[in-house]
């Protein structure tokens, strides 16, 4: 009784064709697929663009800390040279 047996549903896509027509079925059926190929495609892309970031960070890591090691050691030169 609670659950939906086969003749219920049969009915249920009977009343929708019905209602709809099977050509505007169709094209939901395309806009819907097209949505979740778009959908998929922008998570490969997200997905991609986040294993580029990781890859370039450890990069700048390693450059930034010698830049700044030297830096220091310039300005103490220079008070060095002017006692």
Avoid: C, Y
């Avoid at 929708?16 to 097209?34: M, Y």
């Avoid at 580029?52 to 700044?68: F, H, N, S, T, V």
């Amino acid at each position: 009784m609670g659950g939906m047996s086969i003749w219920h549903w049969l009915l249920v896509l009977v009343i929708v064709l019905v209602i709809f027509g099977t050509k505007r079925l169709r094209n939901i059926g395309s806009d819907l697929g097209a949505a979740v190929r778009d959908f998929k495609k922008g998570l490969n892309e997200g997905a991609e663009g986040e294993k580029a970031e990781k890859a370039d960070k450890p990069e700048q890591l390693r450059a930034d800390p010698p830049a700044q090691a030297s830096a220091p050691a310039g300005k103490s030169e220079s008070r060095d040279r002017a006692d």
